[in-house]
């Protein structure tokens, strides 16, 4: 495998589901990034992981958790979602914050 | 903070035509600049990138864009469009210092016609 891998690629859950997203960046990268795209929106950055530091955006809802137990590996878990979560979600990966992204083909994900 | 301005949500254009998508920046620091795009189904790749240096930055699939720091504008240019350059573009400044978050903007679709 090669560059950003991401795991499922569709995924429909009901709002009473848990489930978890995985990102996997083969580039050496030490940053790793989720974003959502939804439709008629723009990207919005959800979290980001640097060196064992995270930043996160503060209108994330709590049903969203990361987890980044390396600098390779990158989760989404989620749990009682509502169906405006449905959207594709995006990972990327950078050699340092700021600079150029590496993104992975993305998990859409529908809520029903 | 940072913003981006993408002025033009849809661009459509002839085969073999010139095309400009424009991208508007702002920021009270120095920035980096960056211009994505996302083929159906895919996530984004990198077009090209300014962090210094030459103002005229030269990328992929012939794109070019030209960093206006004056005008805070960083406009992507191809001379020559094809059908296969039919996508979404996506312009995105991170600051050079403190956080170094992404912002990116909305979003252009040109859309290539025979």
């Known amino acids: 495998e090669t560059g950003v891998t991401q795991t499922p690629r569709h995924l429909v859950m009901g709002m009473t589901n848990k489930k978890s997203l995985k990102c996997e960046q083969h580039?050496?990268?030490?940053?790793m990034y989720w974003y959502k795209q939804s439709a008629k929106k723009p990207l919005e950055l959800m979290f980001v992981?640097?060196?064992?530091?995270?930043?996160e955006n503060n209108s994330v809802p709590s049903r969203f958790s990361p987890e980044c137990p390396n600098s390779s590996h990158l989760f989404l878990h989620l749990h009682t979602l509502q169906p405006e979560d449905s959207a594709l979600y995006l990972c990327a990966s950078s050699q340092d914050r700021g600079h150029e992204q590496y993104f992975g083909p993305g998990t859409r994900l529908t809520v029903t | 903070a940072q913003s981006v301005t993408q002025l033009d949500s849809q661009v459509p254009v002839f085969e073999e035509a010139p095309v400009e998508l424009r991208c508007n920046y702002s920021?009270?620091?120095?920035?980096?600049l960056f211009w994505y795009v996302q083929y159906p189904n895919q996530g984004l790749q990198l077009l090209l990138k300014?962090?210094?240096?030459?103002?005229l930055v030269k990328g992929i699939n012939g794109f070019e864009a030209e960093f206006n720091k004056s005008q805070t504008s960083f406009h992507l240019r191809k001379p020559s469009v094809h059908i296969s350059d039919t996508a979404e573009y996506f312009c995105a400044v991170t600051a050079s210092g403190g956080s170094y978050i992404p912002t990116f903007g909305r979003g252009t679709s040109l859309i290539v016609h025979p």
């Open positions: 300014y962090l210094s240096g030459s103002t």
């Open positions: 580039l050496g990268h030490n940053a």
């Open positions: 992981y640097s060196l064992e530091e995270r930043v």
């Open positions: 920021s009270s620091v120095s920035v980096y």
